[in-house]
Structures are given as C-alpha cells and as structure tokens.
C-alpha cells in the first residue's frame, strides 16, 4: 500500500493517496491494537511481526526497478 501511496502521490493522484492512507492507518491501527491486547510479555510475537515487515520491505524493493 505505501508504494502505490507514493505512486500517486508522485503523479499528482491527492484524493486516492488520501483514501489509501486512510484505509493503511485502519490496518496498521488494528494490526497494533491486536498486537497489544494480545503481547502478554511475549517476545516471539514481536520479533515475528517485525520480521514480516522487514521481509515484506526486501521483497518490494528487490521487485522495484529503480
């Protein structure tokens, strides 16, 4: 989703790059809410969840020509 917010972005797109962030702020908010109501001291959940985001970082810059 951020990469196609910066697509639009760069192409003057404000009202989609809007409602995209939107709908990234509602995932990430729930993404963390869960994360929190359900941590109870457990270190394997965030080292697993920032795993993912860095892997899902590789990946999309690794398929991106630049």
């Known amino acids: 989703m951020a990469t196609q917010r910066t697509y639009w972005i760069s192409k003057g797109k404000s ?3 809007a409602l995209l962030v939107f709908f ?3 995932v990430a908010m729930f993404i963390i809410m ?3 109501n359900e941590l109870n001291g457990d270190i ?3 080292v697993s969840y ?6 899902g970082t590789y990946i999309n810059l690794e ?3 630049f």
Not at 50 to 55: D, I, L, Q, R, Y
């Open 24 to 26: 990234e702020s509602v």
């Open 34 to 36: 869960k994360i929190a």
């Open 63 to 65: 398929k991106v020509p």
């Open 15 to 17: 009202s989609a790059a």
């Open 44 to 46: 394997g959940m965030i």
């Open 50 to 55: 920032s795993a993912g985001n860095a892997v």
